[in-house]
């Protein structure tokens, strides 16, 4: 065991196989495929035996994925650092929980991949000059980047989001870090945002004046860590009752329901897994026995979600290459604007309970499945979406405490034109 070595791959099978360290630090493939490991690790539940909390249960779980790697021996000290808050399963009724994944520092599950990657590459880049990471974000990825890395030494981020079109608390979020965590508003959209950063992190010139990296939702680092809870989930639900646990997850760029039936394939007792999108129907449609085509995305209530194009979508055929397969294993459904809302109240009504948008489509999806024992995914705290909870329920939402302290600090972001020599000055200048 101790000479078995994991190494990864692209998932368009261009890229010789690459240590983790290595993968982690390179975010994308040479070949533009995502990493994914060689070979994947078979646990037994009783791997999992005295591993009770949320850090221990991912140890156990991530222990293979390092093996042979150089942040092996520090697997247990990462795993502490990122999963420091806990991801409780909360019952609604006999047969139907949430799986809360917003108790972090900006309120949604993105904190936990985000932390477990500031975690890796801050032991990675000891004593070398800094490294700038650059990241784009329509809201709740730049939240989290900055979060988890800010104060760490030797590393920066440099947040890029459209000016005007993130939501008030969103963008007060963005630029309440300060320190080592600058925050650029660009006249410019999304995309605009995602060209410039693009651009900078495959500048090789300019990351000779300033080390770049970059953090967004395809990094292994913030990947793979999302197995965690699922896993520590599912472990304790068959431990008190006997049976596996079922989960519905809204999906995006796929990446944290990808990490479920990661942790489903490599052994652990979870049951089906079924996602959820808002009405960007890309993978509905594709689950229905459609092509899979990708499309511009659209806007809904449910923003994080607004993925046209799945990024992940490789990861999934590399997992379940038979289209059949994955059709008949895997229900998914499309939920709209309209009964986002519908379902928001209905929680509400039912169980005086208030859910983020992005929650309300798994919930939705959960009320047209079986009787079987489902968590639906919380992905973020409904205060961080005020302006859409508090009207449809008529009460206030408060704030969880480690947000409601974001929210009171002073917040800056400089104003940035759609240039990418702009940026250039930024990054040397910071
Ligand atoms: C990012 C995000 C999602 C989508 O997650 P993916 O991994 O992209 O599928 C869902 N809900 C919230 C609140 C998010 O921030």
């Known amino acids: 065991m101790t000479s078995f070595k994991t190494r990864y791959v692209s998932t368009r099978r261009g890229t010789p196989p690459t240590r983790l360290s290595e993968a982690l630090t390179a975010g994308l493939a040479p070949d533009g495929g995502l990493f994914v490991p060689e070979w994947l690790p078979s646990l037994s539940l009783h791997e999992f035996d005295g591993a009770t909390t949320l850090p221990a249960v991912a140890a156990r779980l991530l222990r293979p994925f390092f093996a042979g790697d150089a942040l092996a021996q520090q697997l247990d000290a990462i795993c502490a650092e990122a999963f420091d808050f806990p991801a409780p399963l909360r019952a609604l009724d ?3 929980w949430l799986l809360d994944l917003f108790h972090g520092p900006t309120a949604a599950f993105k904190d936990y991949g985000a932390r477990f990657l500031a975690a890796c590459l801050r032991r990675l880049h000891r004593g070398e000059r800094p490294l700038t990471i650059v990241v784009a974000t329509s809201g709740d990825t730049g939240a989290a980047v900055g979060g988890a890395f800010h104060g760490l030494p030797n590393l920066r981020v440099v947040i890029l989001y459209p000016d005007g079109r993130v939501s008030p608390r969103q963008a007060h979020q963005l630029g309440a870090f300060g320190g080592n965590v600058r925050a650029l508003r660009v006249a410019g959209s999304f995309d605009d945002c995602q060209a410039l950063a693009k651009r900078a992190l495959n500048d090789a010139r300019l990351q000779r004046e300033v080390p770049l990296s970059s953090a967004n939702s395809i990094s292994l680092g913030r990947w793979l860590p999302q197995m965690a809870y699922y896993a520590h989930a599912a472990l304790g639900f068959l431990r ?48 229905a026995g459609g092509d899979y085509a990708p499309r511009t995305s659209v806007p809904t209530l449910a923003n994080a979600m607004d993925v046209g194009a799945p990024s992940n979508f490789e990861r999934l055929r590399w997992l379940i290459p038979d289209d059949d397969v994955l059709r008949t294993a895997i229900p998914a459904a499309s939920v709209d604007d309209a009964a986002i809302r519908d379902i928001i109240v209905a929680t509400w009504q039912r169980h005086g309970v208030a859910i983020c948008p992005h929650t309300a489509t798994g919930m939705h999806l959960r009320r047209s499945l079986d ?8 992905t973020a705290h409904p205060a961080k979406f005020e302006s859409i909870v508090e009207p449809l329920i008529g009460a206030k939402v408060e704030p969880p405490p480690a947000l409601a302290a974001l929210l009171v600090q002073p917040s800056r972001a400089d104003a940035l034109p759609n240039e990418y020599e702009a940026l250039c000055n930024a990054l040397r200048s910071t």
Not at 272 to 277: D, E, G, I, S
Not at 371 to 378: I, K, L
């Open 94 to 96: 006999a047969n139907t």
């Open 371 to 378: 009787e079987a024992p489902w968590a639906v995914a919380a």
């Open 240 to 287: 008190e009752r006997g049976e596996p646990l079922n989960f519905v997850v809204p999906t995006g760029n796929l990446g944290n329901a990808l990490a479920a039936l990661l942790a489903r394939a490599c052994g652990v007792p979870i049951g089906r897994v079924a996602l959820a999108t808002n009405a960007n129907r890309t993978l509905p449609d594709f689950f």
